[in-house]
């Protein structure tokens, strides 16, 4: 049981630099999410999406990009990484709504120096 | 508006103890709530969930949490803590909002540590 799966667990960029975080789910989740988890702090929804094609922002969503082109897979892509990038990123995955059980990926911890 | 709070950003108890882990929630239309559990490097896990029905919730691991709404409460407790329970716990509270779209909250978080 695969779940939901992110890659790379851990990366280093460099300011100005970009970067894409896969998660993809074998689950034929419909909703998928990307969060970030800042130390002390609750999880903060970037973006997310309520099925192939369509993506809406969430709390965060400046600096970031996504698309979902297909229900497995939910890119977030990061443009010109700033330092205030640095987080552990989660993606996670539902059946059909919000306030449904989250799947989580194990997370990426991202530092821009 | 919504908001969640956890009471204690840490909780040390002894093994075979009991667990008590606080959340308060404030929200304008019926919540759902929930717990999830974090532990290290590892993405978050439910524990329970919440929906309006009974009050009193069971989760699995042995966790149950209880649904005040006189105390906007949603306090995790377990009566034997044990080794495998020290993590990250982490309240949330789900709420509707302008024509049915729904939010999720975190709240901080709670790292429960057990004593051997």
């Known amino acids: 049981n695969a779940g939901v799966t992110q890659t790379p667990k851990f990366r280093i960029l460099k300011i100005g630099q970009s970067m894409t975080l896969q998660c993809t789910q074998d689950?034929?989740?419909?909703?998928m999410y990307w969060y970030r988890q800042d130390p002390g702090m609750g999880l903060k929804l970037i973006y997310y999406?309520?099925?192939?094609?369509?993506?809406d922002k969430g709390e965060v969503p400046n600096g970031y990009n996504v698309s979902r082109s297909t229900t497995e897979d939910f890119p977030l892509r990061l443009e010109l990484a700033a330092p205030s990038q640095t987080s552990v990123y989660f993606c996670?995955?539902?059946?059909?709504?919000?306030?449904?059980?989250?799947?989580f990926g194990s997370g990426t911890q991202l530092s821009v120096l | 508006a919504q908001s969640v709070t956890q009471l204690d950003s840490h909780v040390s108890v002894s093994e075979g103890t009991p667990v008590l882990l606080r959340c308060n929630y404030s929200?304008?239309?019926?919540?759902?709530l929930f717990w999830y559990v974090q532990h290290p490097n590892k993405g978050l896990q439910l524990l329970l969930k919440?929906?309006?029905?009974?009050?009193l919730v069971k989760g699995i691991n042995g966790f149950e949490a209880e649904f005040k709404k006189s105390e906007t409460s949603f306090h995790l407790t377990k009566p034997s803590a044990h080794m495998s329970d020290a993590a990250e716990y982490f309240c949330?509270?789900?709420?509707?909002?302008?024509?049915?779209?729904?939010?999720?909250?975190f709240g901080t978080g709670t790292r429960l540590t057990i004593i051997p």
């Open positions: 996670a995955s539902s059946w059909r709504a919000t306030n449904e059980k989250l799947f």
């Open positions: 689950m034929n989740h419909n909703y």
């Open positions: 999406s309520v099925g192939a094609g369509i993506t």
């Open positions: 929200s304008s239309y019926s919540p759902s």
């Open positions: 919440y929906t309006s029905a009974a009050t």
């Open positions: 949330v509270v789900s709420a509707k909002f302008n024509f049915g779209n729904e939010k999720l909250t």
